[in-house]
């Protein structure tokens, strides 16, 4: 797009967009939730669908005019079945935090029991933060890792799931590096007689690519997002099994949104269809073999890699040994044009605000081309700035390299 309209008029926003293309240009992004949308998928956000009001669902619209609406988003649905093998899916969630709440509206009564996965030891906000509204309108109970493994040990789940006796077990997390054993916690949920939601936000793209256990089959419910490893526009969606198909819709419309994003749910049409290709599988293997690479490096080089490794797009590096903050990383890596975010780490002794780790992603660098050797080079660039006696310095003197790898690695159009 090249913002004609927008710098006639109002130049000063087609000047930050400006800017924004240009920063990402010339920084590594290794934010685990983010990625880069293909041009066609930007296309279909930035369409003319953002004009249309829709609520409903097709063929039972409250407004008039919706006839191609109604296509579209048969089209996202088909398709969203297609590459999940889903009995339903709903694509309406404005977020993967919205299509969290759905769940909940559609089953559970206020104070109902739900167990999920500590957000210190990598859960999710929607999980049952206090300050979130699953924290304030659930009663949380939670699962975490272990201390010697720092991975889920399902037998302590299911120890924890029949001493609470939830109405709701939650699987996936957001800072967890390692794959979520859907039928596992399938088999948990059903002998406390419990349902299961997957929330796979984060690993969606893995799931389609084949590359992580697929949890619709076993799940009532999965819930996920259409950016990140799905490499979409920013959106979520909800798939359950045909017995709660109409709750689900009920709980998105009316029950949490009106009008549905259009536009959005274009782009998420199109993105599936990308998802179905041969080149996005070869793309999530690379996304898994880019992180497993740097985590290894990593580890190489000295530092602690939270769990050993990763089975995933990320992975956590542990900077307490190092006396670091992961707030003083995330900017002195900011400073070499190497976005990453500080990140909380299981059993973690330091604030949220300023904790002892920083999380790493690969979804977006993969889709800029980069392969093993290049994210090893990433980790050494890290580990340079890791080590330095004076980080900040350390960290300006690597950006004209940084900024060389990033322009023989220009983001796709």
């Excluded at 969203?80 to 559970?108: E, T, W």
């Excluded at 898994?288 to 190489?300: I, K, L, P, Q, W």
Aim: net charge negative.
């Amino acid at each position: 797009m090249n913002f004609d309209a927008l710098k006639q008029n109002d130049p000063r926003l087609a000047e930050l967009l400006a800017s924004e293309r240009e920063r990402r240009q010339e920084t590594l992004d290794l934010i685990a939730s983010e990625n880069l949308c293909p041009k066609g998928v930007r296309e279909a956000v930035g369409s003319i669908l953002t004009d249309k009001y829709a609520e409903g669902y097709p063929g039972d619209r409250w407004y008039g005019g919706c006839g191609v609406i109604d296509a579209v988003e048969r089209l996202a649905v088909d398709r969203g079945k297609q590459l999940f093998g889903c009995d339903h899916i709903n694509v309406q969630p404005h977020s993967g935090s919205q299509a969290n709440m759905a769940v909940y509206f559609a089953v559970l009564e206020p104070g109902a029991t739900i167990l999920s996965m500590d957000l210190t030891h990598g859960g999710h906000l929607t999980h049952g933060k206090k300050a979130n509204f699953s924290g304030r309108l659930f009663h949380i109970t939670h699962y975490g890792v272990s201390a010697e493994t720092e991975q889920i040990d399902y037998d302590a789940v299911a120890e924890k799931a029949r001493e609470v006796k939830p109405a709701l077990i939650i699987g996936g997390a957001s800072s967890y590096p390692r794959r979520i054993e859907a039928a596992r916690l399938a088999e948990i949920a059903g002998d406390v007689g419990a349902r299961l939601m997957i929330d796979m936000a984060h690993f969606a793209g893995l799931v389609a690519g084949g590359v992580h256990p697929d949890p619709v089959p076993v799940s009532d419910f999965v819930t996920g997002t259409t950016h990140k490893t799905m490499r979409g526009p920013r959106g979520g969606f909800v798939i359950c099994k045909q017995e709660y198909a109409e709750a689900i819709d009920h709980a998105v419309f009316p029950g949490l949104q009106g009008g549905p994003l259009m536009h959005v749910i274009a782009g998420k049409a199109a993105a599936f269809a990308l998802a179905m290709t041969d080149d996005f599988k070869a793309y999530q293997a690379q996304i898994v073999a880019n992180a497993r690479a740097m985590a290894d490096e990593m580890a190489s080089l000295g530092y602690r890699v939270v769990s050993g490794g990763t089975d995933t797009h990320l992975f956590l590096v542990d900077l307490t040994p190092l006396g670091l903050t992961g707030g003083q990383v995330q900017q002195w890596l900011g400073a070499a044009g190497i976005v990453l975010n500080k990140n909380v780490i299981p059993f973690d002794k330091r604030p949220s605000t300023d904790p002892s780790g920083i999380r790493i992603g690969t979804p977006s660098i993969t889709t800029r081309g980069v392969v093993e050797d290049g994210v090893r080079q990433v980790a050494r660039w890290i580990g340079q700035v890791l080590k330095a006696e004076a980080p900040a310095r350390a960290a300006e003197g690597l950006r004209a390299e940084v900024l060389e790898f990033c322009r023989s690695h220009p983001i796709p159009d």
